[in-house]
């Protein structure tokens, strides 16, 4: 056996390899107790595609009441992602899904492909819409090609969009809302990139996460090189802020509306 002897050294080569995990997998500083770890994809779904067919990219749409129809190639709504992850994440009991994602606000789930899709009342002036497949656990699936981005205008042609084809950026997908009971034990972070590929000396992805209250206690923090989700623990009940940021080479924020998103979730451990 690996005998008694060792026994009361546990406790330290527990503490070692805890840190080994957080530190050679992309982890960053930590509060006590909070800790983010970075993931592996999830296996790939070959040839995954979302695409909008309405509305058309730079169409100008007479009506403020806008819905979308996003078609899907090889790639199923409604149906369960049948992985491991799908059992240790909050997952949806209504399937895979579209992240659909409006003028970089939080995601709206559309889980049927091919049909329309109500995504509000809408402001006069340009609109950006980005779309993407997801895992019934929310995670995106990541292909350069995977997604869809198309700019609109509603009644009036006039203003400048949210983000253009050739532009660098970084677009916040997960966490979103509440997370209660076994789904706040282990949260998910994840993203997806426009015209970027992540790398040591290149750009990289930042995750901060805060405390909502009046002090806004940074509690924990990491930069990506690796396109995949990270997964935080460790949250207690709470209101928290989490900031997504592209970083370019010299560590500075790269201009553009969706490459420095916050966000709020609520954690109920309960």
């Not at 090889?74 to 009991?93: K, L, P, V, W, Y």
């Not at 993203?191 to 209250?213: C, P, Q, W």
């Not at 940074?218 to 900031?243: D, H, I, M, N």
């Amino acid at each position: 056996m690996i005998g008694s002897s060792l026994r009361p050294f546990a406790p330290v080569l527990f503490s070692v390899a805890v840190l080994f995990l957080v530190v050679g997998c992309g982890g960053g500083d930590s509060g006590p107790g909070v800790q983010i770890q970075q993931g592996e994809r999830s296996p790939a779904i070959e040839g995954a595609t979302a695409r909008v067919t309405t509305p058309a990219d730079s169409a100008v749409l007479d009506s403020a009441d806008v819905d979308v129809v996003v078609e899907a190639d090889s790639f199923e709504t409604g149906i369960q992602t049948d992985t491991e992850r799908a059992q240790e994440i909050a997952n949806s009991a209504n399937g895979q899904h579209f992240h659909v994602i409006l003028d970089n606000q939080p995601y709206m789930a559309n889980y049927e492909a091919g049909t329309p899709f109500d995504i509000g009342t809408l402001e006069p002036g340009p609109h950006t819409l980005v779309v993407l497949p997801s895992r019934s656990y929310h995670e995106s699936v990541k292909r350069a090609d995977a997604y869809d981005l198309v700019n609109f205008y509603v009644e009036e042609d006039t203003g400048t969009f949210m983000l253009a084809p050739d532009d660098p950026a970084i677009i916040y997908s997960r966490p979103k809302g509440t997370y209660s009971g076994a789904d706040a034990e282990r949260i998910m972070l994840d993203f997806y990139l426009h015209n970027v590929e992540l790398s040591e000396d290149g750009y990289k992805a930042r995750y901060t996460i805060r405390s909502a209250d009046a002090n806004g206690e940074e509690l924990v923090s990491t930069t990506l090189t690796e396109w995949a989700p990270a997964f935080v623990t460790g949250l207690e009940s709470g209101t928290y802020t989490v900031q997504l940021q592209l970083l370019n080479a010299e560590g500075e924020v790269v201009p553009g509306d969706f490459n420095d998103t916050t966000r709020e979730i609520q954690v109920d451990t309960e």
